[in-house]
């Protein structure tokens, strides 16, 4: 074993006693062998070749489901099984799949993040969550994030890696194809606590509710406007590849609610998108709200139930906040940028 592998990690976190640590470690390394063998299929790009005689599926959500996204889940559920979970949520199924009711942990996961982006060569990942079994498949699922006892992600970009929190802090491991493992390679991710770049998708500036468009509005009338400094937008259509650059780089990301169908609840899911990157942004000393609320403090009602997400460097995402809560408390707020910005006429 290697000092500032994955393994050595996972050690640590056994001896630290971290509650259930040797059956989060076991889970882990289930899901790094299943990880690898995604980042495999996804290079040889076999199975982004899909017979268009072949109707695609829909999930429960209404997303197009490609031969990716059911091969990654096979080989998660795999995973799960052989790590002797005891249920399996995956947003590629409609429903929880009962493995082993009386282990005591559960995984929640996204198998394939993003897929829709393979084509054109943007990173894609996996997101997964960690939970404590409470007896029940679906109340362990509809417990509130802040219960979760792992969370991270894989990224299949320039460099394969997983970054992992089991509440103690956020670690970035990056693959090493000369030692054929994870090498630790941010010990513990501290995200910025104040920022000039935001992440949201402008094209659907018209549907947001004012606070987002005010909040926007602002940031781009730059040091001029009531922000009193320069900002740069990104977006690049992928979560987890948001949720890296913040971690390393900081930053905020928006994904609100808006007046679209489908969207009016938010578009993200709380179960395995939601709660697991915003465990993983806290734990960088970050935040992550519904708009006004902590998402780890929401309770969910139904399995895939969706949310508005807004995570980041702390500072950032409390002003966010406020353009929800108090807009007219934000900076000295003049009719000429209470009424007009780049967008809005």
């Known amino acids: 074993m290697k000092t500032g592998t994955i393994d050595a990690y996972l050690t640590s976190l056994s001896k630290g006693g971290a509650a259930h640590a040797e059956r989060i470690a076991t889970t882990v390394h289930s899901l790094v062998a299943a990880a690898l063998h995604l ?9 982004e070749k899909e017979d268009a005689n072949i109707p695609r599926t829909i999930n429960k959500d209404g997303d197009l489901q490609h031969n990716l996204d ?3 889940d096979d080989l998660f559920l795999n995973a799960a099984r052989k790590a002797g979970l005891a249920y399996y949520l995956s947003e590629e199924r409609v429903d929880e799949i009962v493995i082993d009711p009386s282990a005591p942990l559960a995984i929640a996961i996204d198998p394939l993040d993003g897929s829709s982006n393979i ?4 990173s894609i990942g996996t997101i997964f969550s960690i939970l404590p079994n409470l007896g029940d498949s679906a109340a362990t699922f509809l417990q509130p994030g802040s219960r979760q006892l792992a969370a991270g992600f894989f990224i299949y970009g320039p460099q394969l890696s997983l970054v992992l929190t089991a509440g103690r802090g956020t670690h970035v491991f990056t693959f090493s194809q000369k030692i054929g493992t994870f090498v630790e390679s941010v010990p513990s991710a501290v995200i910025p606590g104040e920022t000039a770049v935001f992440a949201i998708n402008a094209s659907n500036y018209r549907h947001w509710d004012g606070s ?7 940031c781009l009338q730059g040091q001029n406007g009531v922000r009193s400094k320069n900002f740069n937008m990104r977006w690049n259509a992928s979560l987890v590849a948001e949720a890296y650059r913040i971690l390393i780089q900081g930053g905020v ?14 578009r993200l899911r709380i179960a395995y998108e939601a709660n697991p990157i915003s465990m993983l942004i806290e734990q960088a000393g970050g935040a992550s709200i519904d708009g006004t609320t902590r ?10 139930q969706r949310v508005p997400l807004i995570f980041g460097s702390r500072g950032e995402v409390g002003t966010v906040a406020r ?11 003049h009719p000429l940028f209470g009424h007009r910005g780049l967008f809005r006429a």
């Open 70 to 72: 059911l091969y990654a």
């Open 323 to 333: 353009y929800h809560i108090e807009p007219d408390a934000i900076g000295a707020r």
């Open 39 to 47: 980042r495999h299929a996804i290079a040889d790009g076999l199975y």
């Open 253 to 266: 990301f928006l994904y609100p609610r808006d007046e679209r169908r489908g969207y009016k609840n938010g």
């Open 119 to 122: 084509k054109t060569n943007l």
């Open 295 to 304: 998402i780890l403090d929401l309770i969910p009602s139904e399995l895939h």
């Open 212 to 218: 987002v468009r005010s909040y926007v509005d602002d």
